[in-house]
Each structure stands twice: as structure tokens, then as C-alpha cells.
């Protein structure tokens, strides 16, 4: 498995579909050859690391579905 940088070193940003508010919003971060994904109510919880193609296949659904 590849290494990926420090999570807490991460460049996270938010979706341009985000609320003023941040209440429904996920944030993604470039992690190398992966993809960190994290909840942007709680930046310490959690994250989730995924491949950059498993990544392209989720966002590339949702718009299809219009739940973006």
C-alpha cells in the first residue's frame, strides 16, 4: 500500500455545493496517491482514504443523480 502524507497536514477544502453554514459538507484533501475525505463538522474525527479513481466513480454517480 502506498504511504500517504500526514493527515494533519493535509490542503482540505469544501465543496463548492457547501451551505453558507458548513452544516452538510464533506471535505476532501489531495493525500498523495489517495483520496482523504472527512465530515467539515468535525476536522479531527474521522477521515476516510480512497483511491483517486474510486473517489472519480462516487462524485461522478451523485452527479448523475443530481444529489450534488
Known sequence: ?????????LDWRKSTYSTPTGSDCVEVADAG????????KNPS???????????HAFATALKERGTT
Open 33 to 40: 496517491s489517495r483520496v482523504a475525505v472527512r465530515d467539515s
Open 1 to 9: 500500500m502506498a504511504s500517504t502524507p500526514e493527515i494533519s497536514n
Open 45 to 55: 474525527g474521522p477521515k476516510l482514504i480512497v483511491h483517486p479513481a474510486d473517489w
